[in-house]
Structure formats: C-alpha cells, structure tokens
C-alpha cells in the first residue's frame, strides 16, 4: 500500500536507494499513491497504443533489456 510505504520512509523504517534524489522519491511515492486512490485512473489502465503505432505488441521492460543486454553492457565506462 502506497500510504504504509510513505509512512514507513518518514518514520525511518525504510529508505529510498541511495542513488535516488530524495525530492525524486518522494514525487515517485506521490504518483503511485494517486491512482492508487483512484486518482489519475488513466496511468493505471492498460491501452492499445504501442500494438496501434507500432503494429506489434508492447514489449516487458525486461524482455526489453535482455534482448540489449551486451549493447547496454558495452556503454558503460
């Protein structure tokens, strides 16, 4: 629950990644709770505009990375 979470990192108990800007999580926390309390509805319902413009089915981020994983790789310094 997106309220426990937030009450959580207020009270210390939990903490966003080190490598995270704390006003970024913070937002982050915010944005998930909104439609959560069925605010912003429209960012949590699946729609069909990646098959519309790309003519294919959306692709899982992960899927997505481990099909780039060496091109990915072969940037970092």
């Not at 490598?19 to 439609?35: E, F, I, K, N």
Request: net charge negative.
């Amino acid at each position: 629950m997106p309220n426990d979470l937030l009450r959580m990192v207020e009270a210390g108990e939990d903490i966003a990644p080190p490598s995270l800007d704390s006003g970024y999580a913070a937002s982050s926390l915010t944005w998930v709770r909104q439609p959560y309390e069925g605010r912003m509805d429209y960012s949590a319902v699946t729609t069909s505009t990646v098959r519309d413009l790309l003519g294919r089915e959306p692709a899982h981020r992960t899927s997505w990375a481990d099909a780039h994983r060496q091109e990915l790789h072969d940037q970092l310094p």
